[in-house]
T-cell receptor
Framework: GQQLNQSPQSMFIQEGEDVSMNCTSS?????WLWYKQDPGEGPVLLIA?????ELTSNGRLTAQFGITRKDSFLNISASIPSDVGIYFC????????????FGKGTKLTVNP | IAGITQAPTSQILAAGRRMTLRCTQD?????MYWYRQDLGLGLRLIHY???????GKGEVPDGYSVSRANTDDFPLTLASAVPSQTSVYFC?????????????FGPGTRLTVL
């Protein structure tokens, strides 16, 4: 089945640093989504990408849909303490099962 | 606007008991989903429904059943709970059309089976 490899598994950074995480797949996806999950809460959608090569920003967050359609990255600039959480990528191949495939998450810790 | 609500927030259950987790959305989304989240395993799809009246099996459906009598509600039932079903359960919904398939998640139900 389709699988996503998300890396890194965890990151420990200082406040103010930039962060980058990525997801790769052996399958082609038509949609990439990035979610953030705070402790004790459900995942919240951050950015949705629908076109290969697309670069989309949401405040300090920037995500790109890889040109091969098999990867995506998420960058966070000038990190702040509230960026702490687990970030998940998810891919969807439309025209197939229409079900999302999730990465296992990147746990981000920001030291003030 | 509530979005997606789940009940209960948490539950401790004796093994062998029957339990229904409730999920309601007010966004008129066509599709709904149930996931379980376990440490190190990420989010795994249990069951899904692309539209009212239809359901399908996800990655880990055994021991769970669902129904979709209407657009808004998608209950998940554990007929006879076992300790391996201890997990955090998330319900999600999406519009499910050809151009817009973002999934939106509820706050989760933390279930402990003893």
């Amino acid at each position: 089945g389709q699988q996503l490899n998300q890396s890194p598994q965890s990151m420990f950074i200082q406040e103010g640093e930039d962060v980058s995480m990525n997801c790769t797949s052996s399958s082609i996806f038509n949609t990439w989504l990035w979610y953030k999950q705070d402790p004790g809460e459900g995942p919240v959608l951050l950015i949705a990408l629908y076109k290969a090569g697309e670069l989309t920003s949401n405040g300090r967050l920037t995500a790109q849909f890889g040109i091969t359609r098999k990867d995506s990255f998420l960058n966070i600039s000038a990190s702040i303490p509230s960026d702490v959480g687990i970030y998940f990528c998810a891919g969807l191949f439309q025209g197939g099962s229409e079900k999302l495939v999730f990465g296992k998450g990147t746990k981000l810790t920001v030291n003030p | 606007i509530a979005g997606i609500t789940q009940a209960p927030t948490s539950q401790i259950l004796a093994a062998g008991r029957r339990m229904t987790l409730r999920c309601t959305q007010d966004m008129r989304h066509n599709a709904m989903y149930w996931y379980r989240q376990d440490l190190g395993l990420g989010l795994r799809l249990i069951h899904y429904s692309n539209t009212a009246g239809t359901t399908g099996k996800g990655e880990v459906p055994d021991g769970y059943s669902v129904s979709r009598a209407n657009t808004d509600d998608f209950p998940l039932t554990l007929a006879s709970a076992v300790p391996s079903q201890t997990s955090v359960y998330f319900c999600a919904s999406s519009p499910f059309d050809t151009s817009y398939n973002e999934q939106f998640f509820g706050p989760g139900t933390r279930l402990t089976v003893l």
